[in-house]
């Protein structure tokens, strides 16, 4: 019994040990965020997949240069067509390309009415849309946050390894 135990909890440190590891190819190579967004409004790009400086170019935006472990900002031209899926091409500065699809979003319909502005001032309005970043989930690796992981995957083995030689001598009486 003493051996069956000690190998379930090897088996199961090893499960939560590969299951906290992110899979091979997770980090996609180029990156638009966010996928869909209004005319005139912002999207981030970056491209991880790149050893060195990546140029990203569009129909609705200017080419505009991403620094390696970086990103750059993009504002969507303000004619772009409502609904079109427009391809945001990348260049590695060693060469390889790829593309991402960006998606402009469609043209609201409902029964929100429009309102009318009787003044002479002229009105604009700010594009809508999130402002969101990538969050950190970018870029390379934290080696502080990779000792916590790592921490936290040894305490939970150690637990559990605790806790199968406790059941296992209480059962020997």
């Known amino acids: 019994m003493r051996a069956t135990g000690a190998a379930f ?5 090893a ?6 590891a992110p899979p091979a190819g997770a980090v996609d190579p180029f990156v638009v965020s966010p996928t869909t967004v209004n005319p005139g409004g912002r999207v ?10 990546a140029m990203a170019s569009s129909d609705v935006f200017d080419t ?3 620094p390696a472990g970086g990103s750059a ?5 303000w004619d772009a067509r409502r609904g079109a899926v427009y391809t ?4 590695c500065a060693g060469g390889s390309p790829g593309s991402v ?16 502005v009787t003044r002479t001032a002229t009105v604009t309005t700010a594009p809508s849309g999130v402002r969101g970043g990538l969050g950190g989930s ?8 990779l000792a916590a992981g790592g921490a936290l995957v040894a305490a939970a083995t150690a637990g559990a390894v605790h806790l199968v030689r406790r059941r296992a001598a209480n059962h020997r009486h």
Do not use: M
């Not at 909890?9 to 440190?13: E, K, N, Q, R, S």
């Not at 699809?101 to 009318?116: F, H, K, N, Q, Y």
């Open 9 to 13: 909890a090897a088996l199961l440190g």
């Open 15 to 20: 499960a939560a040990l590969a299951l906290t």
């Open 44 to 53: 981030a790009l970056s491209a991880p997949g790149c050893s060195g400086t």
């Open 64 to 66: 505009v240069t991403v």
């Open 73 to 77: 900002t993009a504002t969507v031209d």
């Open 88 to 91: 945001v091409s990348f260049t």
């Open 101 to 116: 699809r960006l998606t402009i979003a469609p043209a609201r319909t409902g029964s929100t009415a429009v309102p009318t």
């Open 138 to 145: 970018v870029g390379t690796w934290n080696a502080g946050e």
